[in-house]
């Protein structure tokens, strides 16, 4: 089955600071991995995908993630960080191995950047 | 804004009714999925349709069903609310053949409140 994980409930950074969202994952196949963003009171935005090739990702808004295999993980990343990018972050991956057309997501990170 | 439009925005009713929940795609997406929120369960999978039929099931309890209609809006319907059904509803859809690389594209959501 397939599963994902963002261990930390909570980041703090500051503004200008980069910042990190962990996300670690489980797969029988090959992972399709995802970053959306939520702001309060708001549905899920986009950010960025892995599903093959390079395994730096770059998306929306500055935000870029890098996919390694041999770490399972797919951490969200971006140089200078900004007020305006506090909200709660997930990660959600599927799986090509398993025949499930569902994605899985991590319970979140929430992300709190600092002026 | 997404393109997936969800009504209601807000719902408040008592135990032991039921309620639907609308959901219209984004133009031509032919597939749309539905989630449930809560604070201690996080974004739950509860079904996917293509095309009118149905797809993918995740965790949906069978008080819960769900269609996909010709127009390809959907509906989620809910009976016998129970205090816990209180939750966020997230409608998604996304435009490619509905596996689990697709990109889905999230609605502002339905808060329901059972009371």
């Known amino acids: 089955a397939q599963s994902v994980a963002q261990p930390e409930d909570q980041v703090n950074v500051a503004e200008g600071n980069p910042l990190t969202v962990k996300c670690t994952y489980s797969?029988?196949?090959?992972?399709?991995l995802f970053w959306y963003v939520q702001y309060p009171n708001r549905g899920l935005q986009f950010l960025l995908k892995?599903?093959?090739?390079?395994?730096l990702v770059k998306g929306s808004y500055g935000f870029e993630a890098e996919f390694n295999k041999s770490q399972t993980s797919f951490h969200l990343k971006k140089p200078s960080a900004l007020v305006s990018d506090s909200a709660l972050y997930f990660c959600?991956?599927?799986?090509?191995?398993?025949?499930?057309?569902?994605?899985?997501f991590g319970k979140g990170t929430k992300l709190s950047v600092i002026p | 804004d997404s393109g997936v439009t969800q009504t209601p925005k807000h719902l408040i009713t008592a135990t032991g009714q039921r309620v639907t929940l609308r959901c219209s795609p984004r133009?031509?997406?032919?597939?749309v999925y539905w989630y449930q929120q809560s604070l201690d369960q996080g974004l739950q999978f509860l079904i996917q349709?293509?095309?009118?039929?149905?797809?993918a099931k995740g965790n949906i309890l069978e008080r819960f069903s769900a269609q996909q209609f010709p127009d390809l809006h959907s509906e989620l319907n809910l009976s016998s609310l129970e205090l816990g059904d209180s939750a966020l509803y997230f409608c998604?859809?996304?435009?490619?053949?509905?596996?689990?690389?697709?990109?889905?594209?999230f609605g502002p959501g339905t808060r329901l409140t059972v009371l």
């Open positions: 998604a859809s996304s435009s490619q053949g509905g596996g689990a690389s697709d990109t889905q594209y």
């Open positions: 797969v029988s196949g090959n992972p399709y």
């Open positions: 959600a991956v599927g799986d090509s191995g398993a025949g499930s057309y569902q994605l899985t």
């Open positions: 133009s031509g997406d032919l597939s």
């Open positions: 349709y293509y095309n009118g039929e149905e797809r």
């Open positions: 892995y599903i093959t090739g390079d395994n």
